[in-house]
């Protein structure tokens, strides 16, 4: 009887504390000094943003704070949504060994190293991204780690293989036919014709794809001939993209070349990558079809001064040197006829962290800075499919924000020193002196 009763109080003491602790933990009152409201395109000042858990339950200027409630003072700070990065590849950057990369990693070498990269990334104030793909499904092993709360980074969309035509970019190209490069299944998208298409898509989704990612033309970080050209022909185009809606999944193009990023719009994928030599065509297309355009324009400086000395053959630099240039005009021409645009970096061709880089080209080539912070919040939240639940501070949706220490409507540069990153409620970093 005693014992029961000792029992008894254990586990009522046990629940007692348990349900304190969590109620404890669980409220959370921001004082932010200015918010950038990304929906209305204004700045909000003096507002208190309420957390629940991992939710944002209220913004306002004159809540009233829970008495239980942990409050975090950013009142000298410019608070903003979570950035979203529609283009990264977490699973790897170049380690100065171009052959050693290639041959010499297995997906297990990739995979331990993955996690730092996503860190790096959440810590630079991006706490979602779009990974358009990766090797073997470290890409959805990385995802699921984060979302159980065992690795630390963003929220992650995640396209596993790149699905490309033989001897496209993404196969491996210039080398010797004896070698009979196959790359293992697990490692590559290679397909070609309608039903191996459909079948790779089937295989991608079937091992954790939430979206589709396919090289419509060629790339400059691959050593085929041209940049430009088109990979896949339309019909093929068309049945990846057709394929991927059948499951419910958006299918983005990797396209540089201006015949491909139309046939890829035709086709109905949802967001160009890179997009480079767009032509007035193109851009007429992408706006009649709504197509988002996900531009990285930032790569270039970092291709140009570091590639080199990173082992690169001189072919491929010598194929950026076609594009760099010519894809900030177009980047420019489409922004000036109205392309939707969503920031994206391929981030993983420069250092993991350094995707705000890339905002100050954004401004310099037409974006507003408030249409630059849209592009990698509403709008990348909207390309993601994910408008519900982030890009704005909004009630309801995913307590994901950042704060810097100065405006960066009047300098967008600060965003690439992101003092305070909250993602899912928790605080991962935080460096603001009051
Ligand atoms: N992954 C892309 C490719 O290899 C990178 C292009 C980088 N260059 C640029 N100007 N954005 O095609």
């Given at each position: 009887m005693l014992f029961m009763r000792r029992f008894l109080f254990a586990i009522l003491a046990f629940l007692t504390i348990n349900n304190f602790t969590v109620a404890q933990g669980k409220l959370k009152a921001i004082k932010a000094g200015k918010v950038i409201d990304v929906v209305n395109g204004t700045v909000l000042t003096n507002q208190v943003i309420l957390i629940d858990s991992n939710m944002i339950t209220d913004i306002g200027s004159a809540l009233s704070i829970p008495a239980n409630a942990e409050v975090i003072d950013l009142s000298n700070a410019v608070v903003l949504p979570g950035l979203i990065d529609c283009h990264t590849h977490l699973t790897s950057q170049p380690s100065g060994d171009y052959y050693g990369d290639i041959f010499r990693k297995s997906p297990i070498d990739i995979a331990v190293t993955a996690h730092i990269y996503a860190k790096r990334t959440l810590e630079a104030g991006?706490?979602?991204?779009?990974?358009?793909g990766a090797p073997a499904f470290v890409d959805v092993a990385l995802r699921n780690a984060i979302n159980n709360g065992e690795v630390e980074g963003p929220h992650m969309e995640v396209a596993t293989l790149f699905i490309g035509s033989t001897?496209?970019?993404?196969d491996l190209n210039g080398f010797s036919p004896f070698l009979d490069w196959q790359m293992p299944k697990q490692m590559s998208g290679v397909a070609n014709g309608v039903d191996e298409l459909r079948k790779q898509v089937r295989y991608n989704i079937k091992y954790g794809a939430d979206v589709i990612k396919f090289g419509a033309s060629a790339g400059v970080?691959?050593?085929?001939?041209?940049?430009?050209?088109?990979?896949?022909?339309q019909e093929e185009m068309n049945a990846i993209v057709s394929e991927a809606k059948m499951w419910g999944r958006k299918a983005c193009a990797h396209a540089h070349g201006a015949e491909a990023i139309k046939m890829a719009v035709k086709a109905g994928v949802a967001s160009i990558e890179h997009?480079?030599?767009?032509?007035d065509e193109g851009i007429k297309l992408m706006k009649q079809n709504g197509t988002y355009l996900v531009s990285d324009i930032y790569d270039d400086d970092y291709i140009l001064s570091e590639y080199s000395k990173l082992g690169y053959p001189e072919k491929i630099i010598n194929k950026e040197k076609m594009v760099g240039k010519l894809q900030r005009e177009n980047f420019e021409k489409a922004v000036k006829a109205g392309v939707k645009i969503a920031f994206g970096t391929d981030a993983g061709v420069y250092p993991h962290g350094w995707n705000a880089k890339q905002f100050f080209y954004m401004v310099k080539f037409g974006l507003t800075p408030m249409q630059a912070i849209q592009s990698s919040t509403i709008n990348a939240a909207d390309l993601l499919g994910w408008k519900e639940k982030a890009g704005?501070?909004?009630?309801?949706?995913?307590?994901d924000l950042i704060a810097v220490e100065n405006n960066p409507l009047n300098?967008?540069?600060?965003?690439?020193?992101?003092k305070f990153v909250m993602k899912d409620g928790t605080v991962y970093k935080n460096e603001l002196k009051h």
């Open positions: 991006f706490t979602s991204c779009r990974d358009v001897g496209s970019h993404g970080l691959s050593e085929e001939e041209s940049v430009g050209g088109p990979q896949f022909s997009g480079s030599l767009v032509d704005s501070i909004t009630k309801g949706k995913w307590a300098d967008i540069t600060v965003l690439e020193h992101v």
